[in-house]
Nanobody
Framework: QVRLVESGGGLVQAGESLRLSCVAS????????MGWYRHSPGKQRELVVV???????HVADSVKGRFTISRDNAKNTVNLQMNSLKPEDTAVYYC????????????????WGQGTQVTVSS
């Protein structure tokens, strides 16, 4: 019904940059918050950054000043620019979006992408 597809992961060295992108498609009437989470082995899934439809953002302290989120509401896309990457940023990054799909309900459901691997070598 709704599909989120991430792209842009890969292997980089510490200090380098990567840009992740996520496109939401399907039966979308409206998209509220969009964001990025990450999960690395032995750790809980972590909220990295979220952006509202109005452009307000919340950034985790661990990436503040290094990661920037942006979105294009018309295209239902969200991007994550990651600069000054560190080995501890290594994780699978997941895109998430709160989507309304029904005209008869104002409920937003959270959808997830399949994840993209980011590996930062020291």
């Amino acid at each position: 019904q709704v599909r989120l597809v991430e792209s842009g992961g890969g292997l980089v060295q510490a200090g380098e940059s990567l840009r992740l992108s996520c496109v939401a498609s399907g039966s979308i009437l409206s998209v509220n918050d969009m964001g990025w989470y990450r999960h690395s082995p032995g750790k809980q899934r972590e909220l990295v950054v979220v952006i509202t439809s109005g452009g307000s953002t919340h950034v985790a302290d661990s990436v503040k000043g290094r990661f920037t989120i942006s979105r294009d509401n018309a295209k239902n896309t969200v991007n994550l620019q990651m600069n000054s990457l560190k080995p501890e940023d290594t994780a699978v990054y997941y895109c998430a979006a709160d989507v309304r799909t029904s005209w008869t309900s104002v409920t937003f459901f959270r959808y997830w992408g399949q994840g993209t691997q980011v590996t930062v070598s020291s």
